[in-house]
């Protein structure tokens, strides 16, 4: 696992991603946010974005399915993750993990907020950006291990925040 100081072009790689969902889902979507490590300025991070489509409906789920497979998306089901639809990255374009979301979706939720409390406090952001480098070296090739060694952190932010 490698994590890597942030990189500017994180955002613009973003906006592309972005324009090609808005395009297209179209009316399904109400919300593509750029959500995880990489959309928090300064933080160093997995170079992979992490983007979340939130649906105007839940009814919608299977008709942006159906749309996102032409361009190479292929469906995973929710990982366990309640209101939360994973996809496998097409070939060929930029590593990132993408999630389609239904509109309560709880993970949405979590991650805008995580996020932006990020944006905003910084010394948690260095805090972490420290953590995930020390759990990175410790568990080099294990995401399942990193990840919960991780969620403490996120879930003590989480609270703060009033957030289950």
């Known amino acids: 696992m490698i994590i890597k100081d942030?990189?500017?072009?994180?955002?613009?790689?973003?906006?592309?991603?972005?324009?090609?969902?808005?395009?297209?889902?179209?009316?399904?979507?109400?919300?593509?946010?750029?959500?995880?490590?990489?959309?928090?300025?300064?933080?160093?991070?997995?170079?992979?974005?992490?983007i979340d489509v939130l649906l105007r409906s839940a009814e919608d789920l299977r008709l942006a399915i159906e749309r996102l497979a032409p361009l190479g998306y292929r469906?995973?089901?929710?990982?366990g993750i309640a209101g939360r639809e994973a996809f496998v990255t097409p070939p060929r374009i930029p590593p990132h993990h993408?999630?389609?979301?239904?509109?309560?979706?709880?993970?949405?939720?979590?991650?805008?907020?995580f996020r932006d409390y990020l944006r905003t406090h910084s010394a948690d952001a260095q805090a972490y950006a420290r953590l995930k480098r020390r759990l990175a070296a410790q568990f080099p090739d294990d995401r399942v291990a990193y990840t919960e060694a991780k969620s403490g952190f996120v879930t003590a932010i989480l609270r703060r925040l009033d957030v289950p």
């Open 6 to 50: 942030y990189d500017p072009s994180w955002p613009v790689l973003f906006a592309a991603l972005r324009a090609k969902l808005a395009a297209t889902l179209g009316d399904l979507a109400a919300s593509i946010e750029h959500v995880g490590s990489t959309a928090v300025p300064g933080l160093a991070a997995k170079p992979i974005l992490d």
């Open 75 to 79: 469906h995973q089901g929710d990982l």
């Open 98 to 113: 993408l999630y389609v979301c239904r509109p309560d979706s709880p993970a949405f939720r979590r991650h805008i907020l």
